[in-house]
């Protein structure tokens, strides 16, 4: 099967991207660094492809709200046009919700792959096989190829020679590996540039326990301290609130359909989708409000809200903002 798109290395030559499968097998999963690599990488594609799912979700939960009116409205009148203009409209919903569903999706993976390949680039681990190019002599243009597979990146992508131990044939533990990929949160935040950057609030454990300078392990622990001492916000009650009612809306309908036997879907649905719509969005307000009052908190010990690395030594660029060597993220300190 053809790939949808081809990955090109710093000489413009094909790559074929290293799978999650693949780094959450790799042996040196059981090296907190690598560990905090690794999630970082998941973290990118997962920001990246959540966000869209969520558009996508909260599409369908629209047409779902349009059919059951649509369906309301034929089932009263009980005419043929009726139940014909349903029954397009529906279909015309559906093939739309898909196909703008799949061209976002093919949008969005060359640049998320693109943002995968600096992360893996900054800890000089190959994007291809996760080969380590610490210690690799420059070529002529510039770049390091790796020698398991001839892939060339650009030397000064290659900030930190971080030196990890021989991969063997011991694989990581089985709870670490079944673990990890649902610790993650798929949420995102802009930065001082307006760009859509993945939020590192649960990198931060990680981060300390992977650190080994006690100055930077301390600022790491500030930042969980200034996490756990936030309070839920009045928006994140209103989300509580919410699902309360919807929770008690639904159980009544049940109710009503078991004592008199009708199946009445058209407003009991289009409320049920009403409610849930305004509890996605009551919850995304309010984690608005979290980020909002925890990323200054952050930004204060230099330390990047999307990939929790440190933004010391880093001269801002003209428009003052200081850009993460790790993600590409911007900020104003």
Not at 85 to 100: A, M
Not at 116 to 129: F, G, I, N
Not at 145 to 167: L, M, N, V
């Amino acid at each position: 099967m053809a790939m949808i798109h081809q990955f090109v290395d710093d000489q413009g030559e094909a790559y074929t991207p290293v799978s999650h499968v693949a780094l959450l097998a790799d042996p040196r999963m059981d090296d907190p660094r690598f560990r905090l690599i690794v999630r970082r990488v998941v973290m990118q594609n997962r920001y990246g492809i959540r966000a869209v799912d969520r558009k996508f979700v909260a599409l369908c939960f629209a047409g779902a709200t349009v059919f059951f009116c649509l369906g309301s409205l034929a089932h009263a009148l009980w005419s043929l046009t009726a139940w014909w203009i349903f029954l397009g409209s529906c279909s015309v919903i559906c093939i739309g919700l898909c196909v703008w569903h799949i061209i976002l999706q093919r949008i969005r993976t060359a640049p998320v792959q693109g943002n995968v390949v600096r992360v893996m680039l900054a800890d000089s681990l190959c994007p291809s096989c996760v080969y380590p190019l610490a210690g690799l002599d420059l070529q002529a243009a510039g770049t390091v190829q790796c020698p398991e597979c001839s892939a060339h990146w650009r030397g000064e992508r290659c900030i930190r020679k971080t030196d990890f131990p021989e991969r063997t044939s011991i694989p990581p533990s089985r709870a670490l590996r079944e673990k990890y990929p649902y610790e993650l949160d798929g949420f995102f935040l802009f930065d001082d540039r307006q760009q859509r950057v993945p939020e590192a609030k649960g990198l931060f454990h990680l981060a300390v326990e992977a650190e080994g300078d006690n100055d930077r392990r301390g600022r790491l622990e500030a930042v969980l301290r200034s996490q756990t001492s936030e309070r839920p916000g009045c928006l994140r009650v209103g989300t509580y609130f919410v699902l309360f009612a919807t929770i008690l809306a639904l159980g009544r309908y049940v109710y009503t359909v078991v004592q008199t036997g009708q199946f009445i879907a058209g407003n009991q649905f289009g409320l049920l989708s009403i409610a849930i719509l305004l509890a996605g969005n009551f919850r995304y307000l309010a984690h608005l409000q979290y980020v909002r009052s925890t990323r200054e908190k952050v930004l204060a010990q230099r330390i990047c809200p999307a990939c929790a690395d440190f933004l010391d030594w880093i001269e801002p660029d003209s428009d003052g903002c200081t850009v993460c060597q790790t993600c590409g993220a911007a900020w104003r300190l």
